[in-house]
């Protein structure tokens, strides 16, 4: 019998003796079935196969057919195929089809997945929006495959090149212009974005070919990616109002953004205005909001949208528009139109969007528009009957969101006091003074989750992930239990040490909103709302979070003591990133925080001592329940000798010498 041998490449490639008995199901051209592989010795599993006209296989597949010589992917059923992880390489890069450069063989799979639930021959086909919703409940934008598509180009320390090396080398090299956008680094990497795919081939094709000033070749990866999030300078956004007014027809209150990318008196700026980049989208919709809320007639044709999530505010902003054109984009699914479902719209053009060949008659795509926009008379253009509807025509407005509630002036007072303290304490480089703002007997817990209202990639919140006390995450066994007790953090040290252990922040004063919900002689409740910023990030742009925090606390001296803490961490939205830090202090009159510090309610140990002699006084304080200014005495006294400070400390105490105020805070 002879030997089966196997034989591995440098490329990872299989190659398989001569007597190999593997079989691969493929779609002959004698209908299908299993067909032994008669490709010629040491060729890799899925080379030439011997089925009619001589085509070539990719991965395994038999193409059905006559014809010869040329190449050919099968959409054919049958195993042994690429899996679905087969796109991606190791390094992290996507195959994007059909762009030039080295070839990527692929090993061969004996569990490799087929292409079951594809109706007939060819792509699979869409059954209304089932791989829409699957898409949605993974929490990942859905795109068809022929929509417009942006690139993320990442090039792993690329911060030693330099951008401008680095964008010199490519454009040197490339064969086609292209423009990179939002060019940043996001710690080592160096990262933009194209938008074409032809520019996203040609850059990926110059992977490891050129070498950077250390010497190393440079790695190149692309892989598809949403908008990115660019920032309009001062000077674009004049310009960008100038044009929406160009393009405004006061007497019919009608504004025409159609095809805005291309607009000449933009073009003539060297501005590139794509509606499809959401900061664009964004300032268009605050543009509307600040100077023609009173719109009626919306066009934002052929704009290549693949996505309404950035007019989600508009029908607040302009709550008066009745015709909107939609056409000549991208929208994949009818679901989109729900983010703008408040208008009563009565015309809509939705024609050249992928959506409306979505359905099976036209009936079924009247039925789906009307059910986000009921009132729709015109529909592309045609007239629609009346709906029937059986609804009153009575306001549902829901009413205006209000600022922070204080229950009166002082308590609001003393409330904003507490957090200009608080926080001052939280976001320095040395967060142990806040032991004094508990209570020896407080409670702390820490709850951290992504936010569920983002579309698109968001920020890891892995370094809360370990103490993070989330019932919803967490199971109802007897080993989960007891994590949820560990997690809860109880007395001052422990409560401090959890702190400490946090990323550092720096929180936005003039995010804050604070509700007070309770407040007598011996308790007040809180909530404070906001966004923090982790300022050890290594990247240039650290992550932006928002927070919700529960504050119960007791009144101790001219100040409060907390009892209960509980803190609930997400990433912020698109709107309160942008919103973020905007205006440096002093703070405006609407935010809680005053402008002035006001005097802190809990003691600070004084700046004097070196951080070895504080962190000292923090122990001696909480350990002997002492206040600070006698833990210090306590301490100078016998040299800052921690251990005979102890021992002092408790023979006075056996003998009743230390006096009643050392033990007021």
């Known amino acids: 019998m002879a030997n089966f041998s196997v034989t591995t490449g440098r490329d990872g490639s299989r190659y398989f003796g001569d007597h190999d008995d593997r079989w691969s199901d493929s779609g002959s051209s004698h209908g299908g079935g ?15 196969n011997g089925g009619r006209g001589g085509r070539y296989s990719h991965g395994g597949y038999q193409n059905r057919g006559s014809g010869g010589g040329r190449y050919s992917r099968s959409r054919g059923r049958g195993r042994g195929g690429p899996n679905p992880r087969s796109r991606v390489d190791p390094d992290g890069d996507f195959s994007m089809g059909d762009e030039p450069g080295p070839s990527t063989k692929q090993r061969f799979s004996p569990y490799g997945t087929s292409s079951r639930g594809s109706a007939g021959r060819g792509r699979n086909r869409n059954d209304g929006g089932n791989n829409y919703s699957k898409m949605q409940r993974m929490g990942l934008p859905f795109t ?21 090396f680095i964008l010199k080398s490519l454009t040197e090299r490339v064969n086609i212009p292209f423009k990179p956008v939002d060019f940043h680094f996001e710690q080592e990497k160096a990262v933009f974005f194209v938008q074409e795919k032809q520019e996203a081939n040609a850059i990926r094709s110059q992977d490891k070919k050129i ?61 590139f205005m794509a509606l499809s980049r959401r900061s664009v989208m964004t300032n268009v919709v605050k543009v509307i909001e600040e100077n023609i809320p009173e719109l009626e007639e919306l066009d934002m044709s052929d704009n290549r949208l693949i996505s309404l999530e950035a007019m989600r505010d508009l029908p607040q902003k302009a709550p008066n528009v009745k015709k909107l054109n939609l056409g000549k984009n991208k929208l994949s699914h009818v679901d989109e139109l729900r983010k703008l479902q408040d208008w009563k719209l009565d015309h809509l053009i939705l024609d050249g969007n992928d959506l409306c060949d979505k359905f099976k008659d036209n009936n079924s ?52 006091n507490f957090l200009k303290a608080f926080f001052t304490l939280y976001d320095s480089d040395n967060r142990q003074p806040l032991v004094e703002a508990y209570n020896k007997e407080a409670l702390f817990s820490l709850s951290v989750a992504k936010n569920p209202n983002i579309e698109y990639s968001q920020p890891k919140v892995h370094d809360y992930l370990s103490e993070s006390r989330n019932f919803i995450k967490m199971g109802k066994s007897t080993s989960e239990t007891m994590r949820k007790n560990k997690l809860l953090k109880q007395g001052q040290i422990s409560i401090v040490a959890q702190l400490c252990d946090l990323p550092s922040t720096t929180h936005d004063y003039n995010s804050f ?15 404070v709302e906001g966004v923090f910023k982790e300022t050890d990030s290594k990247s240039d742009r650290p992550p932006i979070r928002a927070f919700s925090r529960r504050f119960i606390t007791v009144p101790q001296g001219a100040g409060m003591n907390i009892i209960n803490d509980m803190l609930t961490i997400t990433n912020a939205s698109r709107e309160q990133i942008q919103n973020a830090f905007k205006h440096p202090a002093p703070t405006p009159s609407s935010s809680p925080v005053p402008e002035s510090s006001p005097p802190a309610p809990f003691t600070q140990t004084p700046s004097t001592y070196t951080p070895e002699q504080q962190q000292m006084i923090q122990q001696f304080a909480a350990q002997s329940g002492m206040n600070h200014q006698w833990s210090i005495k306590c301490l100078e006294q016998n040299g800052w ?10 023979e006075l105490q056996k003998q009743n010498k230390i006096p009643p105020e050392a033990f007021t805070k």
């Not at 044009?243 to 700026?269: F, G, H, I, V, W």
């Not at 909103?513 to 909530?527: A, G, T």
């Not at 000798?641 to 408790?650: A, C, D, M, R, V």
């Open 211 to 271: 070498q950077l000033p250390n010497g190393f070749k440079m790695i190149v990866l692309v892989k598809p990616s949403p908008p990115p999030v660019t920032e309009l300078d001062s000077g674009a956004l004049e310009k960008l109002k100038l044009c929406m007014s160009a393009r405004y027809d006061p007497s019919t209150k009608a504004l025409n953004l159609s095809c805005l990318a291309k607009d000449q008196s933009l073009a003539a700026e060297n501005l």
């Open 641 to 650: 000798n921690y251990e005979k400070s102890g021992e002092i400390f408790l």
């Open 34 to 48: 299993k067909q032994r592989n008669r490709g010629r010795g040491n060729r890799p599993y899925g080379g030439y």
């Open 365 to 416: 795509y009247v039925s789906a528009v009307r059910k986000k926009f009921p009132k729709v008379l015109t529909l592309d253009g045609h007239t629609l009957p009346p709906p029937i509807t059986f609804d009153l025509e009575t306001s549902s407005e829901l009413p205006a969101v209000k600022g922070s509630f204080f229950i009166n002036d002082s308590i609001q007072t003393s409330t904003v």
């Open 144 to 164: 068809d495959s022929d929509s417009p598509q942006w690139y993320k180009v990442i090039i792993p320390y690329g911060k030693k090149g330099g951008k401008d």
């Open 513 to 527: 909103i604070v509700d007070v919900d309770h407040s007598s002689e011996i308790l007040r409740s809180f909530v």
